[in-house]
């Protein structure tokens, strides 16, 4: 849930507005107004004027009936044009078109945004037994290769104050003990690139790298496989290209 961190006095209806559609984003669908107000713990008379006047906005949409209630077109509109402005995006392109050319997988290029992975674009997979992912997904990042790559190029302090106290299994194979997952991101230092064995999708195997035009790093690029599909030589030669985007988005990237 969103919070505010600076010296000013936040405004009590923008931090319900931005709560409220954050709620939304993150489930998919149409809710009741006992659900919504459970969920965000806003009183019932004012939840409903600010669902209202969202509702009038575009920025929520509702059922034929008016009583149930989900995110609206507005908010595509603006993370949409998020992406079309971003400089990183767009530097990518090329060295993300190149990548899925030389591996013919699926390809990712992710944001740290706290303790989750944010989905900025991707190419899908030549194959037809492939992973679907959309742009703006949101992931935890201790459960992906993207999140580890990321945070590996954070202090292990850094990173316990990153994560939450309880890391949630995502399937059976997730990484859920936080010193564990400290000792796997000093490997990933070590080694220069993090792996995720089924972690985040059962069946799937994913290789990332950080991009670093920064520091700490705040993207990265990864390469998914379904599992069925990786041998030890197609693991390398992934490994190989990996690096090889990340050395090309490095050097398009080094003015921003």
């Known amino acids: 849930m ?4 600076s010296g000013a006095a936040p405004v009590k209806s923008a931090v319900r507005t931005v709560v409220l559609l954050e709620w939304f984003a993150a489930r998919p669908g149409l809710h009741s107004l006992a659900a919504v107000q459970e969920g965000t713990g806003f009183p019932k008379s004012s939840l409903y004027m600010l669902l209202r ?9 509702t059922d034929a ?5 989900g995110i609206g077109v507005r908010a595509l509109l603006v993370g ?4 079309d402005g971003d400089e990183v995006v767009a530097a990518a392109r090329p060295a993300l078109d190149r990548l899925s050319d030389d591996t ?17 674009a991707t190419r899908q997979s030549q194959h037809f037994l492939r992973p679907f992912t959309r742009v703006g997904r949101r992931l935890p990042a201790y459960s992906t290769a993207l999140g580890k790559a990321l945070l590996a190029t954070h ?7 990153l994560l939450p106290e309880r890391l949630e299994p995502v399937t059976e194979h997730t990484i859920t003990d936080r010193e564990r997952l400290i000792e ?26 950080a991009v670093p035009y920064r520091t700490p790093a ?7 496989v379904p599992g069925a599909r990786l041998t030890p030589e197609r693991e390398r030669l992934i490994r190989q290209a990996l690096f090889e985007a990340r050395d090309r988005l490095a050097l398009a990237t080094r003015m921003l």
């Open 65 to 69: 009936a008016g009583t149930r209630y």
């Open 80 to 83: 949409n044009s998020y992406i």
């Open 104 to 120: 013919t997988e699926t390809i990712h290029l992710a944001r740290l945004d706290g303790a989750s992975v944010v989905y900025l």
């Open 2 to 5: 969103t919070t505010v961190e």
């Open 218 to 224: 705040r993207d990265a690029i990864s390469c998914s």
């Open 184 to 209: 796997e991101l000093a490997l990933v230092r070590e080694q220069g690139y993090a792996v995720d064995r089924e972690e985040n999708t059962l069946g799937l195997r994913c290789f990332g790298v």
């Open 53 to 61: 006047t969202l509702v009038d906005l575009g920025w929520v949409e």
């Open 155 to 161: 202090t292990d302090e850094q990173v316990r104050r």
